[in-house]
T-cell receptor, first 112, second 114 residues
């Protein structure tokens, strides 16, 4: 089973920041937090990942709490094309424990 | 940006028939994966492949499934005798780094078993 908990759905106004929360209270020390998204009928798309420090790239920012039990994905200026299901995934990076275990994600609707 | 290519985009087959789903991973990538998603359900891991052998597989990936990298560019998933419950979207993914930090997914093959 997935080690993460996400709200099933969220709404966001176009141009505003979308803040998507994720709980991963059982995360272990060598596990990373990954975010992927899936736009309807397409393959999943990598967004960002992190271990304990906050991360930022051209798509989003990832804020991980100090105890690493939760994180927030931030899309700073959401557009209609950001409407998708967003998946928060905890994953190890060692040995054979690298598969992605998916939950149901958060369905984000960006509204005009 | 380089991309993972999957063919066909749709495959319809009769129960009991063999199907081969094809994928062309990104050219310098070394780690390859198959995932599937039954309509309305979670994405599920099937198998990972590195250095010409399976490195990890799920319970779904039983002896009806096999993978192959026949020619150094293609990566295939074969289902020997399809069942109705194999109907799903099958995604191929590849990664180029040792830590598999970023997976690139194809757009999927929708398999319908009748």
């Amino acid at each position: 089973d997935a080690k993460t908990t996400q709200p099933p759905s969220m709404d966001c106004a176009e141009g505003r920041a979308a803040n998507l929360p994720c709980n991963h209270s059982t995360i272990s020390g060598n596990e990373y937090v990954y975010w992927y998204r899936q736009i309807h009928s397409q393959g999943p798309q990598y967004i960002i990942h992190g271990l304990k420090n906050n991360e930022t790239n051209e798509m989003a920012s990832l804020i991980i709490t100090e105890d690493r039990k939760s994180s927030t994905l931030i899309l700073p200026h959401a557009t209609l094309r950001d409407t998708a299901v967003y998946y928060c995934i905890v994953r190890g990076n060692a040995g054979n424990n690298r598969k992605l275990i998916w939950g149901l994600g958060t369905s984000l609707a960006v509204n005009p | 940006e380089p991309e993972v290519t999957q063919t066909p985009s749709h495959q319809v087959t009769q129960m009991g028939q063999e199907v081969i789903l094809r994928c062309v991973p990104i050219s310098n990538h070394l780690y390859f994966y198959w995932y599937r998603q039954i309509l309305g359900q979670k994405v599920e891991f099937l198998v990972s492949f590195y250095n010409n052998e399976i490195s990890e597989k799920s319970e779904i990936f039983d002896d009806q499934f096999s993978v192959e990298r026949p020619d150094g560019s293609n990566f295939t998933l074969k289902i020997r005798s399809t069942k109705l419950e194999d109907s799903a979207m099958y995604f191929c993914a590849s990664s180029g780094d040792r830590l598999n930090e970023k997976l690139f997914f194809g757009s999927g093959t929708q398999l319908s078993v009748l």
